[in-house]
């Protein structure tokens, strides 16, 4: 069974035969692609973490750009609702003002417009009163002189009995 | 084989030769250039086919270990291990093909394996080495060269006897195994041999190599 002789060296040979040739026709290239590959992951690898290391830097400037945006809008925001209170404010205080003055000058308007029919008013009485007295007393009265004592007479009545007509 | 462990033998020359051995080595040798060819003939940087997946994991295996045990700096002997394991492998289930044996039942190749993985180890110790490499003999002192050439001569001759017992083991007991059962039956015992020695075969091949490596090892890194 056991029994050595000139096959071991021949299988030594053998060996060192195909050996030399796997190394050259089949090795060499699959050896080449799978450092290549290796290479390529370990610098896709690479690639990705430092991918990711300028997305992570980039997210943080975005933020605090963001920030800073949101700030300021909200600085913008309140200025300008700060002016529109101060505007509105203002107009409300010009229309304010400007309605009373209307107010006083209807007032002033209202007491001429009353004045002038007092007046217009006590002439009316005056010529009425002449007109009944005419009737009562059954002659023509002297119109100035009798308009001057009605009129008188009116003033006095109008001061002693029934008070100021005037507004 | 006519009978286990009987081998013919041809004289050329005055030096005699195992015809079979030599004539199913060279059939190994032609199906692990095969395999390897298949691997290898359009090879892709992302694998698509079985040969090429199938080697680049052998590859893988070679060199975890290569760089496990020796260290990066041995990775440039992967052309010899991956050889090494292929061609064992492949010369492992060379037996359980109907009409083949295993190059690796015969003393002559398993040791011729072990001597060339001697030989190596000590080539690449004297290239890295150069003489300072004779001096691990003497260590620690003097007196322990009996006991490190003992060693040495130990280590292709443990690598050889291992798998030639484990393949001749398995053939023998096929045969076995095949005359104590019914002829009715006889799948039912080699089927579940066979599958078994496909196994045993990649485990001997795998350790042949892996011991290889270990004892390359300080001729790459040096003594420790």
New interface residues.
């Given amino acids: 069974?056991?029994?050595?002789?000139?096959?071991?060296?021949?299988?030594?040979l053998?060996?060192?035969?195909?050996?030399l040739?796997?190394?050259h026709?089949?090795?060499g290239?699959?050896?080449k692609?799978?450092k290549?590959?290796a290479d390529?992951i370990e610098n896709n690898i690479k690639s990705a973490d430092r991918d990711r290391a300028d997305a992570a830097e980039m997210k943080k400037e975005y933020e605090t750009k963001l920030a800073d945006a949101r700030n300021r809008a909200q600085e913008i925001v309140d200025a300008a609702s700060q002016r529109a209170d101060q505007e509105s404010r203002s107009k409300k205080d010009a229309t304010l003002q400007e309605c009373e003055q209307m107010k006083e000058q209807a007032r002033a308007q209202i007491q001429v417009d009353f004045d002038e029919a007092a007046l217009k008013m006590k002439g009316q009485v005056v010529a009425l009163s002449l007109l009944a007295a005419q009737k009562l007393l059954g002659h023509k009265m002297d119109a100035d002189a009798d308009a001057q004592f009605v009129s008188q007479f009116i003033d006095s009545l109008d001061k002693e009995k029934l008070g100021d007509l005037s507004c | 084989m006519d009978k286990?462990?009987?081998?013919e033998?041809i004289e050329i020359g005055g030096?005699?030769?195992?015809e079979h051995?030599?004539i199913m080595?060279?059939i190994t040798?032609i199906f692990?250039?095969i395999v390897?060819?298949l691997?290898?003939r359009n090879?892709?940087?992302i694998p698509d086919g079985f040969f090429?997946s199938a080697?680049?994991m052998i590859?893988?295996l070679v060199q975890d270990k290569i760089k496990s045990i020796i260290g990066p700096e041995g990775l440039y002997l992967?052309?010899?291990f991956?050889?090494?394991f292929l061609?064992l492998m492949i010369a492992n289930w060379q037996g359980l093909t109907p009409i083949g044996e295993s190059?690796t039942n015969?003393?002559?190749?398993t040791?011729?394996?072990g001597?060339?993985t001697s030989?190596a180890v000590h080539f690449v110790a004297f290239r890295n080495k150069g003489i300072s490499h004779l001096h691990h003999f003497i260590e620690p002192f003097a007196p322990f060269i009996i006991v490190n050439v003992i060693e040495e001569l130990a280590r292709p001759c443990t690598l050889a006897f291992r798998l030639f017992g484990n393949i001749l083991a398995g053939e023998v007991l096929i045969i076995i195994m095949l005359a104590l059962v019914p002829w009715y039956a006889n799948w039912i015992p080699s089927t579940i041999w066979v599958c078994f020695s496909i196994f045993v075969g990649i485990i001997q091949a795998f350790i042949f190599t892996t011991l290889s490596i270990t004892y390359m090892a300080p001729s790459v890194k040096g003594h420790e």
């Fill in positions: 069974m056991i029994d050595l002789n000139s096959t071991l060296f021949i299988q030594i053998n060996f060192i035969v195909l050996m040739f796997l190394k026709f089949a090795w290239p699959i050896l692609v799978m290549d590959r390529k | 286990i462990g009987v081998r033998v030096f005699m030769f195992n051995t030599i080595t060279w040798m692990t250039v390897a060819k691997a290898t090879v892709k940087e090429q080697v680049e590859v893988d992967t052309h010899y991956l050889t090494l061609y190059p015969d003393l002559n190749t040791l011729g394996m001597f060339m030989i």
